[in-house]
């Protein structure tokens, strides 16, 4: 009577399949790391249920024109920094809000943007809802 079983296990291991798993993985990262944009900004958008009003705020508005006006105020573009300042006082808390038109030319926006950037303001851009 034969006790032995009749399947032998084989002591040698096939790297084959390992290797597959690997490139797989290797293929993988490697398409996903392509779908990531380098120049993503990360901003946390606030939520709105209905209209608020911040008294912490200074409105900068852009018309189609090129005119610039704080608040309701106009001002002179060579005085915008100035009086944008004045605005805001000392109170660094302050949020400027950007109200440009669809149609103004972008570098009148970042004459906004560089002016609170240089001075550490904090902006936001505002949009129509739809």
């Known amino acids: 009577m034969n006790i032995r079983g009749r399947n032998k296990v084989n002591p040698n291991f096939s790297m084959s399949s390992m290797t597959d798993i690997v490139f797989l993985l290797l293929i993988f990262?490697?398409?996903?790391?392509?779908?990531?944009?380098?120049?993503?900004?990360d901003v946390l958008l606030p939520k709105a249920g209905g209209k608020t009003e911040n008294k912490?705020?200074?409105a900068v508005t852009i018309t189609k024109q090129s005119?610039?006006?704080?608040d309701q105020t106009k001002v002179s573009?060579?005085?915008?920094?100035t009086?944008?300042?004045?605005?805001?006082?000392?109170?660094?808390?302050?949020?400027?809000?950007?109200?440009?038109?669809?149609?103004?030319?972008?570098?009148n926006v970042m004459k906004v943007i560089d002016?609170?950037?240089?001075?550490?303001?904090k902006m936001i851009l505002a949009v129509k809802g739809k």
């Open 29 to 41: 990262f490697m398409l996903t790391s392509t779908l990531v944009t380098v120049s993503a900004i």
């Open 83 to 107: 009086q944008l300042l004045n605005s805001v006082g000392s109170d660094r808390n302050k949020t400027v809000v950007i109200r440009g038109d669809q149609n103004v030319a972008y570098k």
């Open 115 to 121: 002016i609170a950037n240089k001075n550490k303001l």
């Open 67 to 70: 005119q610039f006006y704080i």
């Open 56 to 58: 912490t705020s200074v």
């Open 77 to 81: 573009e060579a005085d915008l920094e």
